[in-house]
């Protein structure tokens, strides 16, 4: 076999071709950064901040202004080191004996940095002076003290509402098993990357797990409680639904994750390969399998309880109605019931996974 | 009477590197033939292109009457229950007992719904104990595989491969995971199978103390090539830097 050395060469050196490219994309990088920057500070440091403007218009106008401001900028420095997008994309030789805070990119990246952190506090309306108002603690002092004080005359509504959410948890999961147990197979790579069809059913497997897991349980409610109506069974549904796209992705990830010994020696016995899955496969990965299902009841558990809000049933939707009604000391008691089973839950699910090891 | 022969057995993968050029050789029954060569010579492609773990990318196979390397399916399933193999890795089902690692052997024999629900029949069981006799480790039936020591795994992996009742063993370096004295107490089990039970054994290894003791013939590669068919004995000085290069040095195996 012929011996090739590889050597990992700094693009700064690298072929013109390369490089090109390289740089035309750290013009790109560059020319974002600067007009993000000019449309913060118009419209949060000039309007907002120094004009101390009520409403702030948007115009579409302003984001195409910055650009091109922008764009002039970054265009004038990219012939200087002042560039993060140089710096990024590795056009900078960094001089190894030099304090990194001492470069021009690294300086004018953290203050882009800071420009964020400035426009996010802005944003988010943080103000010392309303959390410390005279009114803002009155209303803090007569919410805890009611929390403080929880209605024991509903705790058994309570303890109810929250055994309704255990099971819906449970039957959620339980269900979610056989799903994911037999998507698994079809979504891991290693198992599927022989032929173009097996390969296409992956890609398109992921993609529909990746979509389903990128909404949260929270909108999937919503959307059962429309359909079956409000209630546990939503709820369940919402949970049963991210459970498998969950619990398949952890599955997956664990058969991509095992040794092909046993497997190939499964194949070398003559075996069918429903059979080599079985046994090659499956016992190496049951107890990761037990793990994961676990803690996904536990977290289902408490996903449970956030699902009540928007009529997915158990002490959710109880904490929901109380709290329409301004009922503090009733909430208190529901939060202590929530964090009770949360404790619970999490303090079993650690010592069962424990123990799995 | 012949069992196995290659002809013109070529393999290339899918990244280019060519591992086996141009094979030609046959085996007869009842012969332990060992294959030596260095480390990316083609050894462990060249037991894969056997049994077509590894499809072969020209050339032929022929397993007594059969081309195994045109086989699909449920054929070449078939086929392939007839020819054992150990691996050096052992590749025993983790967390599973013993037994059970002995019966996997029987697959290719058993109904998918029965060997899923781990129904085997009485007489594979007991086949699969006498197995476990023959390398001595019958007591160790019901004791997790991964909790053996690794001569004792390998054991458990030539009983497995025994209970398919092959017509050929094969067996991919089989002792480079162990310590000498537990390489030759594997080897003599191999010897043992090949002698009393009459299993042909194609075998890879490293160390030529081990080839001159076991091996009834000789094959070497190089770069995928084979460089040497013979007797063991007739392995010299010359032909061993031929095989190992020039500044190779031989150890020995006690």
């Known amino acids: 076999m012929e011996n090739t050395m590889i050597t990992k060469q700094p693009l700064a050196e690298a072929m013109p071709v390369k490089r090109y490219q390289a740089s035309i994309k750290a013009w790109c990088m560059d020319v974002l950064l600067w007009s993000y920057s000019f449309l913060v500070l118009y419209k949060l440091g000039y309007q907002s901040w120094w004009l101390d403007l009520r409403h702030v218009d948007f115009f579409w106008s302003e984001p195409l202004y910055s650009l091109l401001v922008g764009g002039l900028v970054a265009s004038v420095l990219s012939y200087t080191k002042a560039s993060v997008g140089k710096a990024c994309y590795g056009l900078i030789a960094f001089d190894e004996g030099r304090s990194l805070f001492r470069t021009a990119s690294v300086r004018l990246g953290l203050l882009f940095l800071l420009l964020t952190f400035i426009a996010g506090l802005q944003i988010s309306q943080v103000s010392m002076r309303e959390f410390f108002s005279d009114s803002g603690l009155a209303g803090a002092q007569r919410i805890f003290t009611a929390l403080l004080n929880p209605n024991f005359a509903i705790f058994e509504d309570a303890l109810f509402a929250a055994v309704e959410t255990v099971y819906m948890a449970f039957i959620a999961t339980a269900l979610a098993i056989p799903v994911a147990f037999v998507l698994a197979f079809f979504a891991a790579r290693n198992l599927m990357k022989n032929s173009a069809l097996s390969f296409a059913i992956y890609a398109v497997l992921r993609f529909l797990m990746n979509l389903t897991r990128s909404i949260e349980p929270l909108v999937w409610a919503i959307i059962f409680s429309v359909w079956v109506g409000i209630g546990p069974f939503s709820g369940m549904l919402a949970l049963f639904l991210h459970s498998v796209a969950s619990l398949t992705k952890l599955y997956s990830e664990q058969i991509e994750a095992i040794q092909d010994g046993p497997v190939e020696a499964m194949t070398a016995t003559g075996a069918h390969p429903i059979q080599v899955i079985w046994y090659g496969v499956v016992p190496q990965v049951v107890l990761p399998y037990l793990s994961y299902t676990i803690y996904r009841w536990d977290i289902n558990v408490r996903m449970a309880t956030v699902i009540g809000l928007v009529g997915g049933g158990g002490i959710g939707t109880m904490l929901m109605q109380y709290q329409g009604l301004a009922r503090w000391n009733d909430v208190g008691m529901l939060v202590i019931v929530i964090a009770a089973i949360v404790w619970l839950m999490d303090y079993a699910s650690a010592k069962i996974r424990a123990h799995l090891k | ?254």
């Open chain 2, 1 to 254: 009477m012949t069992l196995l022969r290659s002809e013109h057995l070529c393999k290339t993968y899918p990244n280019g590197t060519q591992a086996l050029n141009q094979i030609n050789f046959s085996v007869e029954e009842g012969e332990f033939l060992v294959v030596i060569g260095l480390s990316g010579s083609g050894k462990s492609t060249l037991l894969r292109c056997i049994n077509q773990l590894h499809p072969v990318s020209s050339g032929a196979i022929h397993f007594e009457q059969q081309r195994l390397d045109q086989l699909q399916g449920r054929a070449l399933r078939q086929q392939r229950s007839r020819i054992g193999m150990i691996f050096q890795q052992f590749n025993l089902i983790p967390r599973k007992s013993v037994l059970t690692n002995v019966l996997a052997g029987a697959l290719a024999s058993t109904p998918i719904w029965k060997s899923l629900l781990g129904l085997y029949s009485k007489e594979q069981r007991e086949q699969a104990l006498a197995y476990l006799r023959i390398v001595g480790l019958e007591h160790k039936a019901y004791v997790r595989a991964d909790n053996l020591s690794g001569g004792q795994q390998q054991r458990v992996a030539i009983a497995r491969a025994l209970m398919q009742n092959p017509k050929i063993l094969l067996a991919d370096e089989p002792v480079a995971s162990l310590d000498p004295s537990t390489s030759h107490s594997v080897m003599k089990y191999l010897q043992k199978i090949n002698r009393e039970l009459g299993v042909t054994v194609i075998c890879n290894l490293h160390f030529l103390s081990l080839v001159r003791t076991y091996a009834s013939r000789v094959l070497a590669l190089k770069d995928g090539k084979i460089v040497y068919q013979g007797a063991p004995e007739d392995i010299d000085e010359q032909w061993f830097t031929t095989i190992y290069g020039e500044e190779a040095v031989e150890v020995s195996i006690n």
